[in-house]
């Protein structure tokens, strides 16, 4: 058995045990592709909320703290970007909802399609508990949207948000 691999897209694209290939300009509906691989979105065009169903298939920019460590007398932010293949113009980091401030892509990790590593150097952290936040930017323009950027979406999958991380400083 074969396994077809789509770089740049979700693992539910990824077909297992593929025995056969058929090509169709169609969009195949079968169970899992026409009912649970797919997202409602809401958008307010002119007052009124139009919904739009779409298939999951690219990844959606996302970004994620994974790791905080000390360093001394600072600390390093370690993270993960997961994209569909676009360049990335820029990781930025938040601290208890300061400003954005730019993180450092690990150049090791640069292949189109891989996940990317980004580091930020946070000094002049105080004891206690603060919340960091990161955001990526792709080479088009797009952002990778907040919780409140997706409230009109009304499915689990492809949930994108910036995802806050706590951490207590002692």
Same mark, same amino acid.
């Given at each position: 058995?074969? #396994?077809?691999?789509?770089?740049?897209?979700?693992?539910?694209?990824?077909?297992?045990?593929?025995?056969?290939?058929?090509?169709?300009? /169609?969009?195949?509906?079968?169970?899992?592709?026409? #009912?649970?691989?797919?997202?409602? $979105?809401?958008?307010?065009?002119?007052?009124?909320? $139009?919904?739009?169903?779409?298939?999951?298939?690219?990844?959606?920019? @996302?970004?994620?703290?994974? #790791?905080?460590?000390?360093?001394?007398?600072?600390?390093?932010?370690?993270?993960?970007?997961?994209?569909?293949?676009?360049?990335? @113009?820029?990781? /930025?980091?938040?601290?208890? /909802?300061?400003?954005?401030?730019?993180?450092?892509? *690990?150049?090791?990790?640069?292949?189109?399609?891989?996940?990317?590593?980004?580091?930020?150097?946070?000094?002049?952290?105080?004891?206690?508990?603060?919340?960091?936040?990161? $955001?990526?930017? *792709?080479?088009?323009?797009?952002?990778?949207?907040?919780? @409140?950027?997706?409230?009109?979406?009304?499915?689990?999958?492809?949930?994108?948000?910036?995802?806050? $991380? @706590?951490?207590?400083?002692?």
């Amino acid at each position: 058995p074969l #396994r077809l691999l789509v770089p740049g897209w979700y693992g539910v694209c990824n077909v297992k045990w593929l025995s056969q290939i058929h090509a169709q300009e /169609e969009q195949y509906l079968g169970k899992y592709q026409a #009912r649970w691989y797919r997202t409602v $979105r809401g958008e307010m065009i002119d007052g009124e909320m $139009r919904w739009n169903e779409t298939a999951v298939t690219h990844m959606q920019l @996302k970004s994620f703290i994974a #790791r905080v460590t000390r360093d001394g007398n600072r600390y390093k932010v370690l993270g993960v970007v997961l994209n569909d293949g676009t360049p990335i @113009k820029s990781v /930025e980091v938040s601290v208890d /909802e300061g400003p954005w401030q730019a993180a450092a892509l *690990d150049s090791a990790t640069n292949s189109k399609y891989s996940w990317k590593l980004f580091t930020y150097i946070w000094t002049g952290a105080t004891p206690g508990e603060h919340t960091l936040v990161s $955001r990526v930017t *792709d080479a088009t323009g797009k952002v990778q949207p907040t919780e @409140k950027d997706l409230e009109n979406k009304k499915s689990f999958l492809e949930d994108n948000s910036q995802h806050p $991380r @706590k951490v207590m400083i002692s």
